[in-house]
T-cell receptor, first 115, second 118 residues
Framework: AQKVTQAQTEISVVEKEDVTLDCVYE???????LFWYKQPPSGELVFLIR??????QNEISGRYSWNFQKSTSSFNFTITASQVVDSAVYFC????????????FGTGTSLTVIP | DSGVTQTPKHLITATGQRVTLRCSPR?????VYWYQQSLDQGLQFLIQ???????AKGNILERFSAQQFPDLHSELNLSSLELGDSALYFC?????????????????FGSGTRLTVV
């Protein structure tokens, strides 16, 4: 079974629109970590955020915000006022305490921001 | 620069050949992880080493092997290469062997080695 599901394969938005990328995870651990990474066309994986399972506070960093809800096992990512430079593939990932630092990645959401 | 160095950045080789990918972790990090990103399998965990010892194994083929040396750099060896092994191979590093101590510590990925098997 897939531990991390990113149901949106591709999303296109017009510049300055807001966009939310969905992430649903599955784990039996009580201690786990959730991540978002950005992969621009150049290929590298850029770390965006990490949350642990005990901290459900939503977080905002500039135009980026994250909504962590344990009740629905979701960790959604919103980009406000999207820009062309936001065009990339975004990955959500899960790390469980009992399996160590191994990451389970979702299949990624390809975001295209149209100028 | 993430601090994790992977060489080479690109590699083109023929089927049946053997290649070695190299990873130098960020200074102070003891754990090294290898991931494979292919079109059909996505991003998959291959193997983890911590301070020279194998710590965890994922979906790593028997034709693949890895090791971590005393200076903590790691090598991923891929042998009897097939067309399907073409992928982006990432190395990541962290300071600890498990997820238990992660306060604000992030996992750091290298920029990857793109392997093309022809």
């Amino acid at each position: 079974a897939q531990k991390v599901t990113q149901a949106q394969t591709e999303i296109s938005v017009v510049e300055k629109e807001d966009v939310t990328l969905d992430c649903v995870y599955e784990t039996r651990d009580t201690t786990y970590y959730l991540f978002w990474y950005k992969q621009p066309p150049s290929g590298e994986l850029v770390f965006l955020i990490r949350r642990n399972s005990f901290d459900e506070q939503n977080e905002i960093s500039g135009r980026y915000s994250w909504n962590f809800q344990k009740s629905t096992s979701s960790f959604n990512f919103t980009i406000t006022a999207s820009q062309v430079v936001d065009s990339a593939v975004y990955f959500c990932a899960l790390s469980e305490a009992h399996t160590g630092n191994q990451f389970y990645f979702g299949t990624g959401t390809s975001l295209t921001v149209i100028p | 620069d993430s601090g994790v160095t992977q060489t080479p950045k690109h590699l083109i080789t023929a089927t049946g050949q053997r290649v070695t990918l190299r990873c130098s972790p960020r200074s102070g990090d003891l754990s090294v992880y290898w991931y494979q990103q292919s079109l059909d399998q996505g991003l998959q965990f291959l193997i983890q080493y911590y301070n020279g010892e194998e710590r965890a194994k994922g979906n790593i083929l028997e034709r693949f092997s890895a090791q971590q040396f005393p200076d903590l750099h790691s090598e991923l060896n891929l042998s009897s290469l097939e067309l399907g092994d073409s992928a982006l191979y990432f190395c990541a590093s962290s300071i600890s062997p498990t997820g238990g101590d992660q306060s604000n510590y992030g996992y750091t990925f290298g920029s990857g080695t793109r392997l093309t098997v022809v």
